[in-house]
């Protein structure tokens, strides 16, 4: 069963950064493509940014949120720049077999989430 597990948020000023590290096992990274979604109370799940396997192609909705990936160490990592305080939330990583998508219901494996609360 693979399973993913999210790391590195916390309360951080606007403005600032964070990178946030999805690890992944019992098989590979380098059999799925990772999407990056977030969740704000009262709204529903949203794909920030996402990478595939192989190509290591990138997507992502908004320029601040850019990931990477390390198979070796099966670890993708979303860096979020420029930080504001609507973004605010949940932020999850998710794994599918396929090409990126930013519609939840494609993924099959899903991290418990990490809080990232911007605020000053």
């Known amino acids: 069963q693979l399973q993913l597990v999210e790391s590195g948020g916390g309360l951080v000023q606007p403005g600032g950064s964070l990178r946030l590290s999805c690890a992944v096992s019992?098989?590979?990274?380098?059999?799925?493509?990772i999407g990056w979604f977030r969740q704000a109370p009262g709204k529903e799940r949203e794909g920030v940014s996402c990478?595939?396997?192989?190509?290591g192609k990138t997507t992502f909705v908004d320029g601040r949120f850019t990931s990477s990936r390390d198979d070796a160490s099966d670890t993708v990592y979303l860096q979020m720049n420029s930080l504001k305080p609507e973004d605010t939330a949940v932020y999850y990583c998710?794994?599918?077999?396929?090409?990126?998508?930013?519609?939840?219901?494609?993924?099959?494996?899903w991290g418990q989430g990490t809080q990232v609360t911007v605020s000053s």
């Open positions: 998710a794994a599918l077999v396929g090409i990126c998508s930013f519609d939840p219901f494609r993924y099959d494996f």
């Open positions: 990478i595939e396997n192989g190509s």
């Open positions: 019992g098989f590979s990274s380098a059999f799925y493509t």
